[in-house]
């Protein structure tokens, strides 16, 4: 499975729009770019994932490069509670049992009023 | 409501002794799993299971057993022989359909040693 890079941490103004990078330069054709946000003490939550296309939904949308080698999730006005670690997971579905996911360590994500 | 819900919330835990956290699904997710997360760390995996009466060691099961005796349950022991048991521990479901894969997860539970 693919490795992400993701900075340790950012900051964002309250209703302004949060892009968190991520950085997957091995990832391979059949590997899904998932994003999961964590706030303390609270289980993952799942935001999007996508392949190769960009991605929306009612949380945040997804870019991903064309070469699929970094994308970004943008959460598009931020707020006090989108305050919570961004992980970035590259994911494979090849058959098999192999179906975990890879956790870094994530961007602690800060907004600020 | 469907969901995942873990119990207890908190747990503690005596010198030796053998601990269960429960986890149940009602979402009919064929696929479970136990993961272990420390202070300022990522999630890894302990187990999975991807149907009733099987399971799979994942990264760190030493210390660890599980059981997957129904389809909405997947239990977790920590045993005595797990020497530093004291995280927080998620458990995730989610389907093995193509394209419905996501892991989705419950609220964890923390498990303190005295």
């Known amino acids: 499975d693919a490795k992400t890079t993701q900075p340790p941490s950012m900051d964002c103004a309250e209703g302004r729009a949060a892009n968190l990078p991520c950085n997957h330069s091995t990832i391979s054709g059949n590997e899904y770019v998932y994003w999961y946000r964590q706030i303390h003490s609270q289980g993952p939550q799942y935001i999007i994932h996508?392949?190769?296309?960009?991605e929306t939904n009612e949380m945040a949308s997804l870019i991903i490069t064309e070469d699929r080698k970094s994308s970004t999730l943008i959460l598009p006005h931020a707020t006090l509670r989108d305050t919570a670690v961004y992980y970035c997971?590259?994911?494979?579905?090849?058959?098999?049992?192999?179906?975990?996911?890879?956790w870094g360590l994530g961007t602690s994500l800060a907004v600020n009023p | 409501d469907g969901g995942i819900t873990q119990s207890p919330k908190y747990l503690f835990r005596k010198e030796g002794q053998n601990v269960t956290l429960s986890c149940e699904q009602n979402l009919n997710h064929d696929a479970m799993y136990w993961y272990r997360q420390d202070p300022g760390q990522g999630l890894r995996l302990i187990y999975y299971s991807q149907i009733v009466n099987d399971f799979q060691k994942g990264d760190i099961a030493e210390g660890y057993s599980v059981s997957r005796e129904k389809k909405e349950s997947f239990p977790l022991t920590v045993t005595s022989a797990q020497k530093n048991p004291t995280a927080f521990y998620l458990c995730?479901?989610?389907?093995?359909?193509?394209?419905?894969?996501?892991?989705?997860f419950g609220p964890g539970t923390r498990l303190l040693v005295l």
């Open positions: 997971i590259v994911r494979g579905l090849n058959a098999g049992n192999n179906r975990k996911l890879i």
């Open positions: 995730a479901s989610s389907s093995l359909l193509a394209g419905e894969e996501t892991q989705y």
């Open positions: 996508g392949l190769k296309n960009n």
